[in-house]
């Protein structure tokens, strides 16, 4: 079923996950602690803040340009965003620490708050007064650092099961809910051109993310990539490739490059995210639904990955700023302001309550709301040692797709996470 648009939307454009550069945590430490000793080094205007960001498609500025006009008259200031793509949110931050000039409000990649909160750049958010009441679990790690609350999301995303509806009922068959009935169905779709699913194994941060379902429903772990259960998850992978189910160029595509093969009818099924959904809706005769990702066996709990960004303070020595910020950040990512990021964005409010509205409204979306449940972060186990453990098992799938043993190619992996190169 096509989800249809809230009213008077604009459509987003189709976000492409960016390569962040790795920046060494030295230099981070170094930078932002100088910037926390030595205060706002940058005269400023007491009424006015900013707010840094990575919403420089033309649709994201304009809703978070609302929100931030929103959110200024509501706490009497005036709230301005600064965009920059989102591989550059980091450096830029570095930079203007560097040069004592720090936003009062950085939206990180939550993958990479961690990194600027071990360097000592981050305010605890509790200690300014946000409240992570009606925020699951997940979700409160989502923004956390070793058990401080230093990120708020407004929305979370995740991934799930994108079908064609057409194709499944054509063909008799049921949505799949365990990797042998997916395996199986995914068999059975295989036909000329198109294959029974498609899911992103590239060398880049959307393999890995597409990878987590898999290894973590397994029993995999990131602290230790070397074991049976994470090795697992990937031959299950292979399978899919030699059944000729899965194209061999996964080991090369984005997931927007998923996306582009199923809406081509290239593939009945695939794995991706709601980011996609304003693309999907383009192609009118396209009749797709969505499940939860199946789970090695029928019972167990299909836990994906949180995506998305989270609302940050960063330390700049001025503590009557830092309370203002935090009530910038306690707005932003309000009840109201999350139904309404979400009704654009496609993405899964963060607040429970908040997230039973958005689902009233798009039921047809219901099983990302099942999905984001049980999904966690991807840094809540390893923290700011995620990018390490990401580029090894994004050298890992290259090797084992493409003709390497699971066992051995994560036995290396291991070693590259465990070293930091």
Same mark, same amino acid.
């Given at each position: 079923m096509t989800a249809a648009p809230p009213p008077d939307v604009p459509r987003a454009r189709r976000r492409r996950t960016g390569r962040r550069a790795k920046v060494p945590f030295t230099v981070v430490s170094a930078l932002v602690a100088g910037a926390a000793l030595a205060g706002c080094g940058q005269q400023r205007d007491d009424d006015v803040f900013t707010v840094l960001n990575s919403s420089t498609d033309d649709s994201y500025h304009g809703w978070d340009a609302a929100t931030l006009a929103r959110c200024g008259k509501q706490l009497g200031i005036t709230v301005e965003q600064q965009?920059?793509?989102?591989?550059?949110?980091?450096?830029?931050?570095?930079?203007?620490?560097?040069?004592?000039?720090?936003?009062?409000?950085?939206?990180?990649?939550?993958?990479?708050?961690?990194?600027?909160?071990?360097?000592?750049?981050?305010?605890?958010?509790? &200690?300014?007064?946000?409240?992570?009441?009606?925020?699951?679990?997940?979700?409160?790690?989502?923004?956390?650092?070793?058990?401080?609350?230093?990120?708020?999301?407004?929305?979370?995303?995740?991934?799930?099961?994108?079908?064609?509806?057409?194709?499944?009922?054509?063909?008799?068959?049921?949505?799949?809910? &365990?990797?042998?009935?997916?395996?199986?169905?995914?068999?059975?779709?295989?036909?000329?051109?198109?294959?029974?699913?498609?899911?992103?194994?590239?060398?880049?941060?959307?393999?890995?993310?597409?990878?987590?379902?898999?290894?973590?429903?397994?029993?995999?772990?990131?602290?230790?990539?070397?074991?049976?259960?994470?090795?697992?998850?990937?031959?299950?992978?292979?399978?899919?490739?030699?059944?000729?189910?899965?194209?061999?160029?996964?080991?090369?595509?984005?997931?927007?490059?998923?996306?582009?093969?199923?809406?081509?009818?290239?593939?009945?099924?695939?794995?991706?995210?709601?980011?996609?959904?304003?693309?999907?809706?383009?192609?009118?005769?396209?009749?797709?639904?969505?499940?939860?990702?199946?789970?090695?066996?029928?019972?167990?709990?299909?836990?994906?990955?949180?995506?998305? &960004?989270?609302?940050?303070?960063?330390?700049?020595?001025?503590?009557?700023?830092?309370?203002?910020?935090?009530?910038?950040?306690?707005?932003?990512?309000?009840?109201?302001?999350?139904?309404?990021?979400?009704?654009?964005?496609?993405?899964?409010?963060?607040?429970?309550?908040?997230?039973?509205?958005?689902?009233?409204?798009?039921?047809?979306?219901?099983?990302?709301?099942?999905?984001?449940?049980?999904?966690?972060?991807?840094?809540?186990?390893?923290?700011?040692?995620?990018?390490?453990?990401?580029?090894?098992?994004?050298?890992?799938?290259?090797?084992?797709?493409?003709?390497?043993?699971?066992?051995?190619?994560?036995?290396?992996?291991?070693?590259?996470?465990?070293?930091?190169?």
């Amino acid at each position: 079923m096509t989800a249809a648009p809230p009213p008077d939307v604009p459509r987003a454009r189709r976000r492409r996950t960016g390569r962040r550069a790795k920046v060494p945590f030295t230099v981070v430490s170094a930078l932002v602690a100088g910037a926390a000793l030595a205060g706002c080094g940058q005269q400023r205007d007491d009424d006015v803040f900013t707010v840094l960001n990575s919403s420089t498609d033309d649709s994201y500025h304009g809703w978070d340009a609302a929100t931030l006009a929103r959110c200024g008259k509501q706490l009497g200031i005036t709230v301005e965003q600064q965009s920059v793509p989102a591989a550059q949110v980091m450096t830029k931050s570095l930079r203007m620490a560097s040069s004592k000039s720090l936003p009062d409000v950085i939206q990180f990649d939550a993958s990479e708050m961690p990194t600027f909160a071990e360097a000592g750049g981050l305010v605890d958010l509790r &200690t300014l007064g946000l409240s992570t009441e009606n925020v699951p679990r997940g979700i409160v790690d989502f923004g956390s650092y070793k058990g401080t609350y230093y990120g708020a999301a407004r929305t979370v995303n995740t991934l799930a099961l994108f079908y064609n509806k057409g194709i499944l009922d054509e063909a008799g068959l049921h949505v799949p809910t &365990t990797w042998a009935e997916m395996r199986e169905s995914a068999k059975q779709l295989t036909r000329g051109k198109r294959y029974g699913i498609a899911l992103s194994a590239g060398g880049a941060e959307d393999g890995v993310f597409q990878f987590t379902p898999f290894m973590w429903s397994n029993g995999g772990d990131e602290r230790d990539l070397a074991t049976r259960n994470v090795a697992g998850a990937l031959d299950y992978w292979k399978s899919l490739i030699d059944d000729g189910s899965l194209s061999k160029s996964t080991v090369n595509w984005t997931q927007a490059d998923v996306n582009d093969q199923f809406m081509a009818g290239n593939a009945a099924m695939m794995i991706n995210g709601p980011w996609q959904v304003e693309t999907l809706n383009t192609k009118k005769d396209l009749h797709w639904e969505i499940a939860q990702i199946p789970v090695p066996e029928a019972g167990d709990d299909s836990v994906g990955p949180l995506g998305g &960004t989270v609302l940050t303070v960063p330390r700049t020595g001025d503590t009557a700023r830092e309370k203002t910020a935090a009530k910038i950040v306690g707005c932003m990512s309000s009840e109201r302001e999350q139904i309404s990021y979400a009704r654009n964005s496609w993405m899964v409010p963060a607040n429970e309550k908040a997230a039973a509205t958005w689902r009233k409204e798009v039921p047809e979306l219901g099983a990302l709301a099942d999905q984001v449940a049980t999904a966690r972060s991807r840094t809540t186990k390893v923290g700011d040692r995620w990018p390490s453990v990401s580029l090894a098992l994004q050298s890992a799938f290259q090797s084992a797709l493409t003709g390497q043993r699971s066992e051995a190619a994560l036995k290396k992996a291991q070693q590259r996470a465990t070293s930091g190169n």
